[in-house]
């Protein structure tokens, strides 16, 4: 996942956009970009690292306007290490545009040569992004062939652009001189939202926080497959482009990805954070009785709204046992195996009286690869517990995942192909209790009754889209660079039930 953020004002944006990014920078810690434009021409500054080090004054100067988008990637193809990669990207024709995406296309190589070969467009980046942008603007010359650019031609790209690009999309463009675009793939895996602010700004933003943190009112979300553009007036016109559209949200956004304080799809990320705690209280009970639990203790950030509403319904004390460094960024977020392990341990540090004697239950929103578990668990053992269960306020991970989230193989995920007692042993605590897949979907679907299905197939391995072949899984993670270190490029693990063999 990524943030992505756009503008349309009567007043200078750059100010605007940078404190958006700021308040979605939990969304990607890799790369930031902003691009404005003013008089048609484009301003852009781009750079890897995180929102405050990549813009200085004097590149927040450099981006006039009263209309622009932003995003801070965490990548998720392509190459991790590549200032090139760092979004927005931009093409010149046709009318300029630049464009930023959250999400991942899973049939980006074969786009890539349909391109090449029968539209004779150049990219220049192994980024799957770079390909929506120029699929997108082929689009967009064939619906316009010449002529004045109206939200009718606009609409017929998007059209076009859903029956070519397969994956997870949440788009924010700009067509210079011309008005921001966004729009959402059919299944509506990645969020989007838009919101106004008193003086007539709108803003689409990848989490309500990003509204609400710069003085908008959240109006609505973007639909699964709907595309709205805001002309440079700020008049908005919209239409749903794809035949099809299912809103399947991507069910680890509530899990883990998203801020708390944001309202994905209609869902408090808060509430349902709180409600996986409630189920999770349940599970625990069949394993360990209560009275065999001295405290419950949180593993910061994500997992405490859960371990809160748990250790409520347990009537169990709830302590804060580990205290985060932070000036240290999210761990499961950051490109390789070595950094991660190494950033739990200077992320977090025990309350060594919280734990002695104790038998804790420590709780955490998911175990992905185990890093911080084990680590974790660890911590707590040398700062004297007694004993150290574990619970998981989501399911086992245990399948990849292809829609934006940097999971791609099934072999560095803990649980994949391995029991609850096998991750229990490797993890090395007492007891180890996992939230149930059907439990977590109710618990969080029971918040909004409009939603069909959710993407969990990191938890399920059912892909949403319908056409992901393990073929395609191994493909999407061949030309990933800057990731693990280790383990990634075996692929001979992969199982995935509802994959169709190639
Ligand atoms: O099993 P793992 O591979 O270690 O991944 C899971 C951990 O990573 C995330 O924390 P992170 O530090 O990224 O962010 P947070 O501070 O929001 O919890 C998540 O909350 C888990 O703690
Ligand atoms: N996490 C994301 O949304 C990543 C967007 C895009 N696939 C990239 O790697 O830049
Ligand atoms: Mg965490």
Redesign the pocket.
Known sequence: MCGIVGVVSNAPVNQLIYDALLLLQHRGQDAAGIVTQQERKFFMHKAKGMVRDVFRTRNMRALPGDVGLGQVRYPTAGNAYSEEEAQPFYVNAPFGIVLVHNGNLTNAKALRSELFSTDHRHTNTDSDSEVLLNVFAHELERATRGLPLQSEEVFAAVRAVHKRVKGSYAVIALIAGHGLLAFRDPHGIRPLAMGRSADGTVMVASESVALEGTGHVFERNINPGEAVFIDLKGQIHSQQCAENPKLNPCIFEFV?LARPDSVLDNISVYQARLNLGETLAKRVVSTVPPNEIDVVIP?????RPSATQLAHLLGLPYREGFV?NRYVG????MPGQGVRKKSVRQ?LNVIASEFKGRNVLLV??????????REIVQMARDAGANKVYMASAAPPVRYPNVYGIDMPTSTELVAHGRTVEEVRQIIGCDALIYQDVDAMKAAIGSLNSGITGFDASCFDGVYVTGDITSDDIVRLNENRVGQDEAGDTDTSRLALPNAQEA
């Open positions: 883990y593993i910061p950030e994500s997992s985060k999210r761990t499961f977020i992320k955490d929103d998911s175990i992905v690869r185990g890093t911080t578990s």
